[in-house]
């Protein structure tokens, strides 16, 4: 089993959208028995939460379904649980190697490190934003999802 967490702030907006979307592209290869898929939020305030209206929105009127999904924040387990923890931004990348034990032998980074313009390392949080932030934020999510399925692909001999 190869083990994918999403990571942002609040789990509302940007790694739900991930989530939803890279299990899509799963499904799509037919590897959803080996490739297993959560997102958290390093903050708390919207635990137990759907995401954001918005973020659904956007991800719908594309054909990924995020209405299962469901806020949590990440716990030390998941530093146990997770081959690859990517994060959405520097700042949840600080949270997260803060949490990380000295053992922890996974991929933790930045997930647009999978995304081939270098120029753009950061998913922009949308949430105080317009509706196009949600756009854009699905369209860099889409293109890094593309290529972390194809890099696992190759990593695990998956082809
Ligand atoms: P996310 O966006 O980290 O992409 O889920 C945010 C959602 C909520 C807040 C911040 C960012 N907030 O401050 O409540």
């Not at 080996?34 to 635990?47: K, N, Y």
């Not at 105080?128 to 369209?139: K, P």
Request: hydrophobic share 35%.
């Amino acid at each position: 089993m190869i083990n994918v967490l999403f990571v942002c702030l609040g789990n509302i907006c940007r790694s739900p959208t991930a989530h939803g979307v890279f299990r899509e592209y799963v499904r799509h290869s037919n590897l959803e028995d080996l490739i297993i898929i959560d997102s958290a939020g390093t903050g708390d305030w919207h635990i137990g939460k759907n995401p954001d209206k918005r973020a659904t929105c956007a991800a719908k009127n594309k054909g990924y379904d995020l209405s299962d999904l469901r806020a949590r924040q990440v716990t030390p387990e998941d530093f146990k649980n997770f081959d690859y923890i990517l994060a959405m931004d520097q700042s949840n990348l600080k949270s997260l190697r803060r949490m990380s034990p000295p053992n922890f032998s996974g991929e933790l980074k930045l997930f647009l490190d999978y995304h081939p313009d270098t120029s753009t390392k950061e998913v922009p949080d949308p949430y105080y934003g317009d509706d196009d932030g949600f756009v854009t934020m699905l369209t860099m999510i889409e293109t890094a999802s593309t290529e972390l399925l194809s890099q696992i692909k190759n990593n695990y001999k998956l082809m």
